[in-house]
Nanobody, 116 residues
């Protein structure tokens, strides 16, 4: 059983910063991809950023240059969000995928609200 626990959401003014963290625990295959998705009211969930266990990184165009994803060897993933905009307001979800086992795990979500 894999569990993902997120922290770090909150309310911030436009232009501010927040850092999200997600700690994965349980039986985790070493080769995996961790990432952050977000879902705003009335919109579909979208990928924000992802990072593989080998260090390959992918960002959504809307956050390039503002957000930075990183991870440590203990399967904790971080999302540093700078220059936040009101359109970044959403529930942010942590995700872990294991291609070999087709595992797809989600955190409970953390609210990020950016006021204008």
């Amino acid at each position: 059983q894999v569990q993902l626990v997120e922290s770090g959401g909150g309310l911030v003014q436009a232009g501010g910063s927040l850092r999200l963290s997600c700690a994965a625990s349980g039986s985790i295959f070493s080769i995996n991809t961790m990432g952050w998705y977000r879902q705003a009211p009335g919109k579909q969930r979208e990928l924000v950023a992802s990072i593989t266990s080998g260090g390959s990184i992918n960002y959504a165009d809307s956050v390039k240059g503002r957000f930075t994803i990183s991870r440590n060897p203990k399967n904790t993933v971080y999302l540093q969000m700078n220059s936040l905009k009101p359109e970044d307001t959403a529930v942010y979800y942590c995700n872990l995928q294991v291609r070999l086992t087709r595992g797809d795990y989600w955190g409970q979500g953390t609210q990020v609200t950016v006021s204008s």
